[in-house]
């Protein structure tokens, strides 16, 4: 892993999110944002495996991933690390997995790569993270909201283990977590939808649906609601 600095409005990217971007055919809009905001995107290693290196064996998923690689190889997408990023990602995985406990055995919610993301925004001092899963986000911001969700997903009660939640919280809650969807809404407003010469506003709903579809934790409740903002 490489060491780098990044400026302060630098943003940690999950696999999701960028999946959900190279699938729509958006990633562009990184690169316009790159040189607006003057922020790096960055990945972890475990973030490359799962969005380039992986995909790319996989005839079904190669397209997107090759984009992505392309995004990496232009600069726009860079790899980062740090000496105790794995003793930091582990931790962080041990925490949240053991939040959430079924007949006395924890609920695995977190995988390598969403955990390795966190850990890396706090490895360099961040706190824009990009991720459009929706566990970091409602383990931060709506624990309640999580354990109503798991057991009616398992059907079965579920208890909350407060130490490892509070612990959770106290580590992540500097972390500003946002989705694919709040990324092209900034785009628009920088004018990166310009290029729909007249379009913009349908082109913006268009792309919000389109990463509904691919995967972007967004409701169509908050999509209508922000489509109607645009024509009021």
């Known amino acids: 892993m490489v060491e780098m600095s990044f400026q302060k409005n630098s943003i940690v990217c999950d696999s999701s999110s960028l999946i959900s971007l190279a699938d729509t055919c958006f990633l562009p809009a990184l ?7 003057g922020a790096d995107f960055i990945i972890s290693e475990a973030v490359k495996y799962e969005c380039i290196d992986h995909p790319r064996k996989m005839k079904s998923h190669t397209l997107p991933a090759i984009r992505l690689q392309l995004a990496l190889n232009d600069g726009i997408i860079k790899v980062a690390g740090s000496q105790n990023l794995r003793r930091r990602t582990e ?4 925490i949240a997995n053991n939040i959430f406990f079924s007949h006395d055995q ?9 955990g390795e993301t966190l850990a890396l925004a706090l490895e360099l001092g961040l706190t824009n993270v990009l991720i459009d899963e929706r566990t970091s986000r409602v383990l931060i911001e709506g624990p309640d909201v999580m354990c109503h969700h798991l057991e009616e997903e398992l059907h079965r009660s579920i208890r909350i283990n407060n130490k490892y939640l509070d612990r959770f919280q106290q580590m992540t809650g500097g972390l500003s977590l ?22 913009e506003k349908e082109a913006l709903e268009a792309a919000l649906y389109g990463i509904k579809f691919a995967g972007c934790s967004i409701s169509f409740e908050e999509i209508e609601e922000f489509t109607r903002s645009l024509k009021e």
Do not use: N
Request: charged share 30%; proline share 2%.
């Open 106 to 114: 924890p609920v695995q919610i977190m995988h390598k790569g969403e």
């Open 178 to 199: 946002f989705r694919s969807s709040e990324l092209l809404i900034l785009a628009y407003e920088h004018g990166y939808f310009k290029k729909f010469k007249g379009l």
């Open 91 to 94: 931790d962080l995985l041990w």
């Open 31 to 37: 690169a316009d944002l790159r040189r607006y905001l």
